[in-house]
């Protein structure tokens, strides 16, 4: 079965602050992409990466980094949390041309 | 700039009555479309999706048309179950790599 998982279900950090979050797959996906979904707004894509090491900008990238060091794990960087970055986001994989598998989310909250 | 479009945040039925999601695109070029949903404090799964150079799409309760003319989708869901309480998203692809979604739309099925 197919499994994405986010390493974290709730996190609280404070405004400045480095911000790490994790997501694995377990399907050999080359893709794997990270969202934030906020109220009336659906699903922004912030990142994507299509191969080890690759990274492309999505729609929304400005305060994220990214890193895929191996192919089963892309993480998203927050530099330096602000509170407009209070979201749920969702890490997703796929292969190409088909549809994406999602975590179940990390909802983080910056006070 | 929002090139997918669902214009209604919520839609209520009865249990047993056809549910009707809509879905606008302004981007000529899609040429995927798939509907997904999502259960709260869980990640969206997919549905159902379709390709342009088809008009319908069917699977058991589920069945997505297209027009393309109009740059519209729907989704029907029948007969509806209270289970089928959920947020929906439709979702275009651009190009190979991105899937564009809308903002979502909750429906609730009452009993």
């Known amino acids: 079965d197919v499994k994405v998982t986010q390493s974290s279900r709730y996190l609280v950090k404070r405004t400045g602050e480095k911000v790490f979050l994790e997501c694995v797959q377990d399907m050999d996906h080359e893709n794997m992409f990270w969202y934030r979904q906020d109220p009336g707004l659906g699903l922004r894509l912030i990142y994507f990466?299509?191969?080890?090491?690759?990274?492309e900008k999505g729609d929304i990238p400005e305060g994220y980094s990214v890193s895929r060091e191996k192919k089963e794990r892309f993480s998203l960087i927050l530099e330096s949390a602000s509170t407009n970055q209070t979201s749920m986001y969702l890490c997703?994989?796929?292969?190409?041309?088909?549809?994406?598998?999602f975590g179940s989310g990390t909802q983080l909250s910056v006070l | 700039d929002q090139q997918v479009k669902q214009n209604s945040p919520s839609l209520s039925v009865q249990e047993g009555r056809i549910s009707i999601l809509n879905c606008d695109y302004t981007n000529s070029m899609f040429d995927y479309f798939l509907w997904y949903k999502k259960y709260p404090a869980e990640g969206p799964t997919f549905l159902i999706s379709?390709?342009?150079?088809?008009d319908k799409n069917e699977d058991g309760r589920f069945t997505v048309f297209l027009n393309k003319s109009a740059k519209h989708l729907s989704l029907h869901i029948v007969p509806s179950q209270p289970g089928d309480s959920a947020v929906y998203f439709c979702a275009a692809y651009q190009g190979a790599q991105k899937l564009v979604f809308g903002q979502g739309t909750r429906l609730t099925i009452n009993p």
């Open positions: 990466s299509y191969d080890v090491k690759m990274k």
């Open positions: 379709i390709s342009s150079i088809k």
């Open positions: 997703a994989s796929r292969v190409d041309g088909e549809k994406l598998f």
